[in-house]
């Protein structure tokens, strides 16, 4: 399992130019304003920032559309309901289903929100190496053992699904057929999760012991002088950049309380 988010770190675009500390700020002022959108009349508009932004950072359309498969499934599987059920608007009946206008609506907000919030942050996370995400969450004051964590976790992820697919190569070998379901097939993948656990649990294991070995959490005595480090000044592009994201993100926070005040 090759999580590859930072694949495309390499390119020259706007947003790759961008410090990542000043772009997580930016665009999670962003992301953080679509999750606010209620009036259908905005979605054009966060569809169209999210394009614009998506093609400054120059990320090939099939590294958009590969991340997106998997998550699209589970919203569609959430909201295919929604407008059978919610609303009392009907737009269209066969005997006992209904369509409701109020339910389509509702799953078309979720729909576009859960779509463009995950783009801007396949953009974020996508045009920056993983250690310059996690340099950046450091500058914002995120606090050390978190991004320990979230770094050791993007690591050995791959090692675990890895290990997974060894597993399950192991399990077909052996007569497991993945087409059947029974009451049989269903104890062994549950084995098979149990023991994927177990076996994550002592390898993480393993791993802190080794760092622990090698000094991980031992803080330095201070000295009476302390060097203070230089601090890099950010630049114009930067400020300019991280301005207009958060200043788009105040329109459209602006935008969506007049017109719920409004109506």
């Known amino acids: 399992m090759k999580l590859a988010i930072d694949r495309y770190a390499h390119l020259k675009s706007p947003i790759h130019r ?12 962003l992301i953080f304003a679509f999750s606010f959108i209620r009036s259908l009349v905005l979605l054009p508009i966060i569809i169209g920032i999210t394009v614009i932004i998506f093609c400054l950072s120059r990320l ?7 991340r997106l498969r998997y ?19 009907i737009i ?17 907000l979720i729909v576009v929100r859960f779509f463009c919030i995950l783009t801007i942050s396949l953009v974020l996370f996508g045009t920056a190496t993983i250690l310059n995400s996690i340099k950046g969450l450091r500058g914002l004051g995120l606090p ?13 992820l791959e090692e675990l699904g890895e290990m997974l697919k060894t597993m399950q190569r192991a399990m077909k ?33 393993r791993i802190y012991q080794a760092m622990i070995l090698r000094g991980y959490g031992y803080k330095i005595p201070r000295q009476n002088s302390i ?3 230089p601090k890099n000044p950010p630049k ?13 993100a105040i329109i459209l926070l602006t935008w969506e309380i007049l017109l719920s005040v409004s109506s």
């Open 18 to 29: 961008w410090s990542q500390k000043y772009k997580i700020v930016g665009l999670l002022g």
């Open 60 to 66: 090939p359309l099939s590294y958009l559309i590969s």
């Open 71 to 89: 998550p699209g499934y589970f919203i569609l599987a959430v909201v295919f309901l929604l407008p059978f059920v919610a609303g009392e608007t």
């Open 92 to 108: 269209w009946q066969w005997g006992w289903l209904s369509l409701r206008l109020e339910g389509c609506q509702e799953t078309l």
């Open 144 to 156: 050390q053992v978190i991004l320990d964590m979230t770094l050791l976790t993007y690591r050995y």
């Open 173 to 205: 070998l052996r007569g497991f057929d993945t087409r059947l379901f029974n009451c049989r097939q269903l104890e062994i993948l549950t084995h098979l999760v149990g023991s994927l656990i177990v076996r994550s649990y002592e390898r993480s294991t």
């Open 227 to 229: 060097q203070k480090q």
């Open 236 to 248: 114009s592009y930067d400020i300019w950049a991280t301005g207009l994201a958060l200043s788009t």
